[in-house]
């Protein structure tokens, strides 16, 4: 009877991770923080061995904003330092998104318009599974923009807004 208990809750498991394998969609709604009214969807889309991030923001103040994955899925707080660091599960340096060397999620800036609205397309290498994976992670909307190169955050000033990187599959 145990044996058949202890197989029952491997398959289980297996059954689990199976599923947690298939992820081929995430995303996020992202909700004001630091006083601000910044609000937007992001969206991860796993085509072949990239995935495709496209973010849309609104209320934000014309011009540049940095746009990063941070390492804990926790926006409660009001100025969302719950949200950890940037999600840098390989020890990398703060960099571009086209940087070779750079933190998983460094997706640079998003430009705001006139009307305070900002769209990001890119494409790139990001797990959505497995011990990388960015489900469970959080991205967050800066204030400033991102210089690209100082870490651990390209002075990008306080956090506008956050959201949970959830699987949509």
């Known amino acids: 009877m ?24 995430a995303t996020v709604t992202l909700e004001p923080k630091s006083g601000s009214q910044v ?19 609104q209320n934000l103040k014309p011009g540049k904003h940095g746009i990063h994955i941070h390492e804990k899925g926790d ?35 998003i430009e705001a318009d006139a009307s305070g609205k900002g769209h990001l397309k890119w494409k790139g290498k990001l797990d959505l599974s497995g ?9 967050i909307v800066h204030e400033k923009e991102d210089d690209l190169k100082t870490d651990p955050a390209g002075n990008s000033g306080a956090r506008f807004a956050c959201g949970v990187i959830n699987a949509a599959n």
């Open 2 to 25: 145990k044996t058949i208990i202890i197989s029952l809750g491997v398959l289980c498991a297996f059954a689990v991770f199976a599923d947690a394998q298939d992820v081929t969609k």
């Open 39 to 57: 609000t937007g969807t992001v969206t991860f889309t796993k085509t072949g061995d990239e995935v495709r991030v496209v973010a849309d923001v």
């Open 75 to 109: 926006c409660s707080a009001p100025d969302a330092m719950s949200a950890g660091a940037h999600f840098n599960p390989t020890h990398q340096h703060h960099d571009g998104p086209t940087g070779t060397e750079r933190h998983v999620g460094d997706f640079g800036n």
């Open 131 to 139: 011990p990388n994976s960015i489900i469970g992670k959080s991205v």
